[in-house]
Structures are given as structure tokens and as C-alpha cells.
């Protein structure tokens, strides 16, 4: 079984489908774990509330959406990347506009990887599909994402 | 002096005299030895005289005065008495006495007193004579002047001490001297009248030149006088310090700045000085003796002589013509102003009048040049427009001028003298009484009283009003004044609050409408945001679906479906498009400008680059010329060109050989007129003015696809530039973009 893992957050059910749709014609939708804001994100990776009996290891990559109730994707953002036990985990921001604002903050804040959402689905489609190839299949996660015990001990 | 001395020295002559007399022991021993010897031959040679004869006694008795004086005589008569009486009278050898034998001594007695006193009284006027010749004498001797005695020809008997250290001869050689022999040659013949004078009118007086032994001469004033016994009495003086004096002070006048006149009790001159002469132009020779009224201008002459004879009547010192402008006149006619003095003066010829005068020409000159002057000054004193108030020590006013009358609504006259309190509100007083104090201290002219803060005047209806000063300090003839200079400021004060209060309503106005635009500019930026992610998001969802169903059904739909479920996602597509470029123009109107230097001719270059994909493998001729360094935001400068030469490109599509150009026209120094040129479709000029408006196409989009928003932006970018754009075309021969931009200013870059 493939252990590798990706995180998506996404408030919008039509971009989530269309989404792990463009995953799926990689056969990549099996390993993404759907949250509807930031603070279930961050509880997932903290394996907090409804995940703290989350078993597994850290997501190879995070697909975060900036527009999100309760807390958007920025702020997820900055959360990980100032612990050192998720810095390390890649973060790709998956929006819908190009703000330069954003994109400043996000690089700022040290993101891997920025992409913007076209509204052809057919170019949406490449994207998502380059995404999950590099991500999942050609790039090598950083190491203690596999660590599983050592993310949850860092944690408590 | 010497008189005391005389005298002392008579006194001590007489003494003398009387020391030299016999002493007491002999004249009363001679008394004895005569009446001893007088009563032995009367007893013994009785048989030559009467028994009874006293005469001998007598003898010694008056052998006695004679010799030993009045004590002696006395002495010897009693010794007589007693003796006589005894030894001579009847009976002799005793005491006895009767009427008949005493009858000698009745004779005896009082011829002997008689006898005495006589004697007494010679020696008395002995003793005054030679007393009194000894005082002669010492005068003679010790008197200050040379006297002389001579004999009725002049020659020399006698002479004193100061006559010889007057004339260094000793008495010796003096005495029989012939008085000719003492004074200068040519005084010789005036001995002989003189000798003639004293002899005709006993007395003379008159100086002569002497001559001393060695030769020299000096001065003397002789008196001479005859005496009694027909010699002659001669006094001499040594005058040469009066003649000295004399002298120093006719220097002294001849020497005076002052004219210096004398004038004889007629009116005539009788003496000028130096500066008469210069004064009045005439020499001494036509001065003397001539009437004081030729120095006098005709018109006053008669009244001259008026007030010359009025002061002699009633000579004092005092200035002539006091009040009034005196004149001189001068020997060419001219006139100039004097001063005058006049002093009596008492000669042997009367009273003469000695007159001091002075040339007031300068001094008039200068009056009238000070009172000129300030005049002058209270003329621009009056016509400042500043208050200027003069005050003394003691805060009283001495100058009001006609500025300060109307600041103060306060007359001149009558703020003079009052103290400058009045002017000053009350609750002020203290502080500028400490204020004027403290200045007074330093040693500062000037100094503006503004530090003082806000101060205020106070008018004479009771209105305070704030005012402006400065002072300044000045001693004159030991007393401080102080001069201080007002403002009335009420007006500028006014102008300045209503400034400040336009200045504050203006700023408060302007803070509002920034705030307001601000706001508006969040706003927009808010809108924008949500623009480009909540209606594109639709869209995407659209053509994403459309393009599910259209995987999910490609087996079941007929090609009308199939073609609609296109359209569907064209229509999603292009209001994607439309969103972009609309979030676009929206953000270069909001942009800010980074102005730098930016060289045109890198720019066209890399927007050309940019091209490449679109122009393929298109012909198309670029004439590009070397175009200017320009100021401007680079970012969106290359937005400008991208526009320009992507719609060139885009509207000589249907050209065989496009054509296109990228120049500069001749502008001015400070803007180039840079221009965007091509041989492409046109477009018809009555439609100019649609070009730059959004969503404005004159072409349809099956000609040439686009949305009608480039020229727009461009439009936008230049205008915020400070330039302006502008088109020329024409349907089917092209068109020229032209715009404006800054010129860098330094030429080198």
C-alpha cells in the first residue's frame, strides 16, 4: 500500500471534485486527505481534535487554497513553516487569482511552489496533473516526513 | 612787613642808646662825690662865702642831673638838703632850724626840682630824636625800592641796600656818583629835565631805562621829589615783571581768537587786536582813532550810538544786544554775524569800553543747519507709520508722533510729559517698568521687545490691541532716554487666526478626503480581490464540468450537444479573459509610479522578444530609430509598447510585407513625442476618440480578436505619466500611436 499522502484543503466542494478528478486521472486520489479550512489542516498535522488518532506519516505535500473560512491558507502557512517540525514539508498554494500581494506573502513565508488555478479545465487539468507527478512521484520527500514517530514526539 | 621790622629794629636802637649810658653805681657815685665835694669846700673855704651859701650844693646837684640824670639829681638834692642843712645852715652842726636860716633851703629846693626836671625833659626829646632818626634809617635801609639822596645836582650822598643790588653797585662807589652815570645813554638828558622839574615843581615821575655796572639795563619807575634842605629824594622801582605782565598780556589779546576792541569814552578806537584786523578786513593804521561805527552796518549806526552813550551812563559788563542778531561790517561792505561783549574799563582818560567779538558765521551756520535737521527728523518722525514714542528715565514722554496719536487715539500735546503708563494696559505695567529697568542695564541700543511675547497696547477709549516693538537706548547729557518703536498688529493678528483657521479647515478637508479616498481605494482593492477569486471560481467550475460531462458522454452526445457544451465553455473562458484584463487596467490606475531612467530603445527591444510567439514566421520590416532615455515607470513604459506593437503586429496581419516603425519626433527639452507607426487595417479618424475607451472596438472579432482594453490601459498609463496619446489612421493605410513622456534629464545616461 502506498503510504504516501497528500493534503489538500479546500473549502469549495466543486473545486475539491475537480480537483481529486484531475488526481484521480493519475490514480492519485486514493492518497489525498480532504480538510474544509485551516484549522483542520493544521489539526491534522498536529494530529489534533477529530485527527488525534491519526496514524501515518506527515503528507508528502500540502495543496492549500488561500480562500478559507475560520482560517485561510496563509496563516496555515506561516504555522508550518515557523515549527521545525513541519517546516520541511513541501507547500503548494493552489488558488484561483494571481494577487501580487499574495504571492508576495506566500514566497515570503517560504512556499515551494505557487499555481494558479486556470479557468480552462483542460489547462487546469496539466496543472494539477504536473503537480501530483512531481510532488508524489519525482520529488524525494524530506526525510522525516517518513519519521512519523519523531513529527509526533517533536509534537508532545 | 618791613614796617614791622623797622619798628623792631628802632626800638632795639633806643636800647642800645640807653645801655650806653653811665651806669647806676657812677652817676649815683658821681651825685655823691659832687655834693660831698660841694659841702667840704663850703665848710672849709666859708671864709670865701656866705656861711649859709648853698651855691655850691647847687653845683653838685646839678653836676648830678647833668650827669647821671633825673634819679642821680633827685639823689644828690636830698644828700644837699640833709647835708646843708647840718653842716651849713645856721646853727651848724645841728639839726635846728629857724625861719631866718632856713630861708636858703626854701630857694635851694625848688630851684634844685626845677634844675632837675629840665634836665629830664632834654634828655626825654634826645632819646625821641635819635629814636625816631634810627626808624628813618632802618626804612631807608630796608625799604624794597633802590632811594636815593643827592645833592641839588644830582650827584649821589647817600643810597640804600636795594639800590645798590639794584644796580650792582656798592655804596662806596655810589655815593658821590652823579645820577647821570645810572641809566641808559639816551635817558642822559632827561636827568638834567628832571633835576629842572624837581627844583621848578618839587616832585617827578617817570619811567627811565637804568643801566647797571655790568653794563645791562632794566626798567625803573623814578620818583623823585626835593627835600627840604634843597638835596633830592630819589625812589626807584624795578618794573621789569610789570612790564613783563604788561607785555604777556597784550599778547594774550593780540593772540585772542575773539576780536578784542577798545573804544575811548568819545566812540573812538583806541585799541584792536589781531583779529579785528582779520575780521573786518582793515589794518590797525585805519582803525585807531577812527568812530567804533564804521565796524557797525549803516542801518543800525544810528541806534549805536544811542546804546554807546547809554552805557556809559550805566557801564557794566554785560553782552551787547542781548535777543538781538548783531553784524558786522566789513571793510568790503560784506555783513557777518557777531557776538559781543562789553567790559568798562577805568583809564586816566575815563571810562573806555573794551568789547569782545565774536564771528557766529560757523555757529550760525551750524544752528541752522542742526535746526534743519531736526526738523528733517520730526518730519519722518510724524510721518512714520509706526508709533515712536520717546520716554525718559523716568517713563515720561517726550516724543509722541502723529502714528502714535492715532494708534493711541491720544493728542500729542497732551500725552507729552505724562507717563507712558497710560498706554499701557495695566496687568502689563510691572512687567514693563522691570522690562525698561533691565535694558537700562545693558549696554544694548537695541533690542525688539517681540521676545516679550504677546503685549498690548491700551488705547485712550480703553481698547487693548496687540502690538509689535522694539527699543532702543540713548544717554544724552547724562540722562537715559528710551525710544521705543509699535506696531499695530490687531490686523495682521486677525489675518493670521483666519489663516490658521482656513489652514486648519483646509488640511482637516484634505485628511477627510484622503481618508475618503483611501477608503474608496481599499474599497476597489477589496473588490478586485474578490473579483478575481469568486467570479472566476464559477467559471472555472463551469467549463470544468462542461468538461466532465462532455468525457462522461462523449459516446451519447450528438454533435449539437457536443457543440454546445463548447460554446458553453468558450463563453467561461472568455469572461475569464475579460476579468483579467478588467483587474489589469483596474490595477495601473492604482499602481504606484516607480519613476527611474529608462533607456526606450532596451525596452522596445525585450517587448519585442516578448512577441516572437505571435509574429512566427510572419515578414514584417521594423524601422526602429534611436530612441530616448526617458523617465518612467519601466513595468508599465513596457506595457505601453507591449500594447502598441502587439496591435501592430496583430493589425498588419492580413499584409504581405507589414510594415512597421518605432520613432521619435523633434518635442521639446523636456518631453519626447515618441511614436508607434504601421501599414496594418486603419481605422476611420471620426472614430479617433473611441480608440482609448474600454471595451471600445472598431473592428469586429471575427476581423481581429480582443476585448477592447489594451489602448485603454495604455491610454491610462501615459496620461499618469504626465503625457498625453493621441492616433492617427486611416482605413485600410495603417495607423501612428503617438505619446508623450519625460526626457531624463541628465543627457550622459
Not at chain 1, 489542516?41 to 501515518?56: I, N, P, Q
Amino acid at each position: 500500500m502506498n503510504t504516501k499522502t497528500i493534503l489538500l484543503a479546500e473549502d469549495n466542494p466543486n473545486d475539491v471534485e475537480l480537483t481529486l478528478a484531475a488526481l484521480a486521472e493519475q490514480n492519485l486520489a486514493n492518497a489525498v486527505m480532504v480538510v474544509q479550512n485551516g484549522v483542520e489542516a493544521l489539526d491534522y498535522l498536529y494530529r489534533r481534535g477529530k485527527f488525534s488518532e491519526r496514524s501515518g506519516i506527515n503528507p508528502v505535500v500540502v495543496l492549500l487554497d488561500l480562500k478559507m473560512p475560520l482560517m485561510d491558507g496563509l496563516q496555515v502557512l506561516r504555522e508550518m513553516k515557523g515549527d521545525p517540525a513541519l517546516k520541511n514539508i513541501p507547500v503548494v498554494i493552489l488558488t484561483t487569482s494571481r494577487e501580487e500581494k499574495d504571492l508576495v506573502e506566500s514566497y515570503d513565508l517560504g512556499v515551494n511552489a505557487y499555481v494558479v488555478k486556470p479557468v480552462g479545465f483542460n489547462k487546469f487539468m496539466d496543472a494539477i496533473r504536473h503537480i501530483g507527478l512531481f510532488w508524489i512521484l519525482t520529488n524525494e520527500p524530506p526525510p522525516d516526513t517518513e519519521d512519523d514517530s519523531k513529527a509526533r514526539d517533536t509534537k508532545q | 612787613m618791613f614796617h614791622c621790622v623797622g619798628l623792631i629794629d628802632a626800638k632795639a636802637i633806643t636800647e642800645n642808646m640807653m645801655v650806653n649810658l653811665p651806669t647806676s653805681i657812677l652817676r649815683y657815685g658821681v651825685a655823691l662825690i659832687a655834693v660831698a665835694v660841694g659841702l667840704l669846700v663850703t665848710v672849709n673855704v666859708d671864709f670865701l662865702l656866705d656861711r649859709s651859701s648853698l651855691a655850691l650844693l647847687f653845683a653838685a646837684v646839678i653836676i648830678a642831673v647833668w650827669y647821671g640824670g633825673r634819679g642821680p639829681g633827685l639823689f644828690a638834692l636830698t644828700l644837699s638838703v640833709i647835708g646843708g642843712e647840718y653842716f651849713i645852715i645856721p646853727p651848724r652842726y645841728a639839726v635846728a632850724l629857724s625861719w631866718d636860716t632856713a630861708f636858703p633851703l626854701f630857694t635851694f629846693i625848688p630851684l634844685s626840682l626845677m634844675v632837675i626836671q629840665l634836665r629830664s625833659a632834654f634828655q626825654q626829646r634826645e632819646i625821641s630824636l635819635r629814636q625816631s632818626e634810627a626808624r628813618y634809617h632802618t626804612l631807608f635801609e630796608y625799604a624794597p625800592d633802590g632811594i636815593v639822596i643827592a645833592d641839588p645836582n644830582g650827584s649821589y650822598l647817600d643810597v640804600n641796600a636795594a639800590m645798590c643790588d639794584m644796580v650792582g653797585y656798592s655804596r662806596d662807589e655810589l655815593v658821590g656818583m652823579h645820577s647821570s652815570k645810572l641809566v641808559a645813554v639816551e635817558e642822559i638828558p632827561n636827568v638834567g629835565a628832571a633835576i629842572a622839574q624837581i627844583k621848578s615843581e618839587s616832585e617827578y615821575h617817570r619811567e627811565w631805562q637804568f643801566r647797571r655796572k655790568d653794563g645791562s639795563l632794566f626798567p625803573g619807575e623814578v620818583i623823585a621829589t626835593a627835600m627840604p634842605d634843597g638835596n633830592l629824594l630819589g625812589v626807584v622801582r624795578n618794573i621789569i615783571d610789570r612790564k613783563k605782565e604788561k607785555d604777556r598780556f597784550g599778547q594774550v589779546i593780540e593772540g585772542s581768537p575773539n576780536g578784542i576792541v577798545m573804544v575811548e569814552p568819545g566812540g573812538e578806537i583806541n585799541l584792536v587786536n589781531a583779529q579785528i584786523e582779520r575780521l573786518f578786513g582793515y589794518s590797525r593804521s585805519e582803525l585807531l582813532g577812527k568812530p567804533i561805527e564804521m565796524l557797525v552796518p549803516e542801518r543800525y549806526r544810528g541806534r549805536h550810538t544811542g546804546f554807546r552813550e547809554g552805557f556809559m551812563r550805566d557801564p557794566a559788563t554785560r553782552s551787547m544786544g542781548s535777543g538781538r542778531d548783531l553784524f558786522g561790517l566789513r571793510k568790503d561792505g560784506t555783513e557777518f554775524p557777531v557776538e559781543i561783549g562789553l567790559n568798562p574799563v577805568e583809564t586816566e582818560r575815563g571810562i573806555m569800553v573794551l568789547g569782545t567779538i565774536v564771528d557766529i558765521t560757523e555757529r550760525k551756520g551750524a544752528e541752522e543747519a542742526l535746526r534743519r535737521s531736526q526738523e528733517q527728523l520730526a518730519g519722518i518722525i510724524n510721518s512714520a507709520m509706526d508709533a515712536i514714542i520717546t520716554v525718559d528715565s523716568e517713563q515720561r514722554i517726550v516724543v509722541f508722533n502723529s502714528a502714535a496719536e492715532r494708534m493711541f487715539r491720544y493728542p500729542a500735546d497732551e500725552a507729552i510729559a505724562q507717563s507712558l503708563d497710560r498706554f499701557i494696559p495695566e496687568r502689563f505695567r510691572e512687567g514693563h517698568h522691570n522690562h525698561i529697568r533691565n535694558f537700562g542695564r545693558t549696554n544694548v541700543t537695541r533690542r525688539s521687545m517681540a521676545s516679550l511675547g504677546a503685549i498690548f497696547g491700551l488705547r485712550s477709549d480703553g481698547e487693548e490691541f496687540p502690538i509689535e516693538a522694539s527699543i532702543s537706548q540713548l544717554e544724552s547729557d547724562g540722562q537715559k532716554f528710551y525710544t521705543v518703536i509699535l506696531r499695530d498688529i490687531t490686523e495682521r493678528k486677525t489675518a493670521e487666526a483666519q489663516n490658521r483657521r482656513l489652514h486648519e479647515t483646509l488640511e482637516n478637508r484634505v485628511t477627510e478626503r484622503t481618508a475618503d479616498l483611501e477608503a474608496a481605494n481599499k474599497e476597489l482593492e477589496a473588490f478586485s480581490y474578490s473579483v478575481s477569486h469568486d467570479l472566476r471560481a464559477p467559471l472555472r467550475h463551469i467549463d470544468g464540468f462542461v468538461q466532465l460531462l462532455a468525457k462522461r458522454e462523449a459516446e451519447k452526445l450528438d454533435p449539437t450537444s457536443a457543440r454546445y457544451l463548447d460554446v458553453i465553455s468558450g463563453a467561461a473562458g472568455k469572461m475569464g479573459m475579460l476579468i483579467d484584463e478588467l483587474l489589469a487596467f483596474s490595477r495601473t490606475g492604482r499602481q504606484e509610479i516607480r519613476a527611474v531612467q529608462v533607456d526606450l530603445n532596451a525596452l522596445v527591444r525585450e517587448t519585442l522578444r516578448v512577441l516572437e510567439p505571435a509574429i512566427g514566421d510572419r515578414r514584417i520590416r521594423w524601422n526602429i530609430d534611436l530612441l530616448p532615455t526617458v523617465e518612467g515607470d519601466p513595468t508599465l513604459l513596457g506595457l505601453v509598447l507591449a500594447n502598441l506593437l502587439s496591435n501592430a503586429v496583430k493589425f498588419t496581419r492580413e499584409r504581405d510585407e507589414a510594415e512597421i516603425g518605432v520613432g521619435v519626433l523633434e518635442g521639446t527639452d523636456e518631453q519626447a513625442t515618441v511614436f508607434v507607426r504601421d501599414n496594418g487595417a486603419g481605422f476611420d479618424m471620426q472614430y479617433a476618440g473611441k480608440l482609448f475607451g474600454v471595451f471600445q472596438r472598431l473592428h469586429r472579432d471575427e476581423e481581429f480578436e480582443g476585448i477592447g482594453i489594451g489602448l485603454a490601459t495604455v491610454q491610462r498609463i501615459v496620461n499618469r505619466h504626465g503625457g498625453r496619446i493621441w492616433a492617427e489612421g486611416e482605413p485600410g493605410q495603417g495607423a501612428t500611436f503617438y505619446f508623450t513622456v519625460k526626457k531624463a534629464q541628465r543627457r550622459d545616461v
